[in-house]
């Protein structure tokens, strides 16, 4: 299986971290978030990992460039944006990354997680929807995408934060798709987000699978501080 890793934010809530590398290569517990990221593709037999940067780019190269001469079982591909695409305007710009896949992941990299991206897959292809949403419940359901799930897991109400949730079930950043994606990703305009213009219209058609692992978004201090005490990798 194939993975995007989204990792072109400007990390503006972690600065100064951030003033000098991006986000996705802080330390966490003496290795950057990327490398946490890449030990649990390996560790899920996932083959190509393809990763957009635009914010100081070079850390992340560099990475690349030393993880891929080292002979993982993983291969790294860069995407770069000169200009920030979106979630979904990178899915978009690398479709054939995917072409011959059937299903694919697709993750947040400012994410620390040990997420068992197996059961995830496994739960896209029993159900077959066009995605399928790992959900967290989160302790700030007005900075998250919130989800309404039914009997059948399905998920019937998406918002991105909301002024007033309705629950604190919410999107985890880590994603099963399909090549039926491609199909909900509009084209007129550049930048495309996935929480704002496609989670919108896949209602009744995508999944949630309830993630009970670690999971902890290093996007502001508080949590960068969170994750130095708590993760043990």
Not at 174 to 197: H, L, N, R
Not at 202 to 226: H, R, S, V
Request: charged share 20%; net charge neutral.
């Amino acid at each position: 299986m194939k993975a995007f890793l989204m990792a072109a934010g400007l990390g503006t809530r972690l600065r100064p971290i951030t003033n000098t590398i991006p986000k996705c290569m802080v330390s966490i517990k003496g290795q950057p978030l990327l490398g946490w990221w890449m030990d649990l593709f390996e560790k899920y037999n996932v083959s190509d990992v393809l990763i957009n940067t635009h914010y100081l780019p070079e850390p992340v190269r560099d990475f690349i460039c030393s993880y891929n001469r080292q002979g993982h079982k993983v291969k790294i591909h860069e995407s770069y944006e000169p200009v920030l695409l979106g979630s979904a305007g990178t899915l978009r710009a690398n479709k054939k990354f995917v072409e011959s896949e059937g299903s694919f992941l697709i993750c947040y990299a400012d994410n620390l997680t040990n997420a068992n991206l197996s059961q995830l897959v496994l739960r896209h292809e029993q159900v077959k929807p066009v995605l399928t949403m790992g959900l967290f419940h989160t302790n700030n359901p007005t900075g998250c995408g919130i989800a309404t799930v039914n009997e059948k897991h399905m998920i019937t109400e998406f918002i991105e934060k909301p002024k007033h949730p309705v629950s604190n079930l919410a999107n985890a950043g880590i994603y099963v798709a399909g090549q039926e994606i491609f199909d909900y990703i509009p084209s007129t305009k550049d930048e495309v987000d996935m929480g704002k213009d496609v989670l919108p219209l896949l209602i009744g058609k995508m999944a949630g699978f309830e993630i009970k692992d670690y999971l902890l978004d290093i996007g502001t201090m508080g949590n960068y501080q969170k994750a130095q005490e708590e993760w043990q990798g």
